[in-house]
């Protein structure tokens, strides 16, 4: 089984409508990530947490919303999704320890808002 | 604001060649640097880290250098194969302030090895 899934891997939606991407992970990190991809753009940051109580804004959280439900679980929502922010969406996950810094990513989840 | 330049989008090679990729940065001062791999649809996976006090590292075909005077990573593939063919994303990390824990990423270059 994976160490990182994403659900959904594929999902449409419309203009004004909240959507929630779920990631979930069996590698006992403290961390997690969530990045965006556009085409030619590379990963942009939007949220990251060191640990069930930590939450941060990354580069370009405007529009998006995160939730840390456990170690294990990290959700991200789009409380009015608009087509801009159709992207490919990555959560990652490290140990964060010096020495650890490698991020584990999952397999992504492409969103299309129409 | 921190940038992060990889030297080109897209670099062809003919297999066996050794493909060289460039990752230059400004306004940062990183204490590692990574190299990720990237298939089509699919999340990065992590390759090599080179941290700001060492000058390269190798791993099986692969080697990276790390220049911090000149702000720039080198990533060389030996020999390389059509199996090679994917993009690669350079990363910087930092040790402390606002970078810390957190990983800037490069646009990417796509590499395509052909037979």
């Known amino acids: 089984d994976a160490d990182v899934t994403q659900t959904p891997r594929n999902r449409i939606t419309k203009t004004g409508k909240r959507i929630m991407l779920e990631c979930s992970q069996t590698?006992?990190?403290?961390?997690m990530y969530w990045y965006r991809q556009d085409p030619g753009l590379g990963l942009q940051l939007i949220y990251y947490s060191f640990d069930v109580k930590d939450i941060n804004k990354g580069e370009i959280s405007d529009g998006y919303s995160v939730s840390r439900q456990a170690q294990a679980k990290f959700s991200l929502s789009l409380e009015s999704a608009i087509p801009n922010q159709t992207a490919l969406y990555f959560c990652?996950?490290?140990?964060?320890?010096?020495?650890?810094?490698?991020?584990?990513f999952g397999p992504g989840t492409r969103l299309l808002v129409l | 604001s921190q940038k992060i330049e990889q030297n080109s989008e897209a670099l062809n090679i003919q297999e066996g060649k050794t493909a060289t990729l460039t990752c230059n940065y400004t306004n940062y001062s990183p204490a590692y640097l990574q190299w990720y791999r990237q298939d089509p649809g699919r999340g990065p996976v992590f390759l090599l880290l080179?941290?700001?006090?060492?000058k390269e590292k190798r791993k099986e075909r692969l080697k990276v250098t790390f220049d911090t005077t000149l702000k720039q990573s080198l990533f060389h593939i030996t020999a390389s194969q059509p199996a090679d063919s994917a993009t690669y994303l350079c990363?910087?990390?930092?040790?402390?302030?606002?970078?810390?824990?957190?990983?800037?990423f490069g646009q990417g270059t796509i590499l395509t090895v052909h037979p």
């Open positions: 990363a910087l990390g930092g040790a402390g302030g606002t970078s810390y824990g957190k990983l800037t």
């Open positions: 990652a996950t490290s140990l964060g320890d010096r020495g650890e810094e490698t991020q584990y």
């Open positions: 080179i941290r700001e006090n060492e």
């Open positions: 590698k006992g990190h403290d961390r």
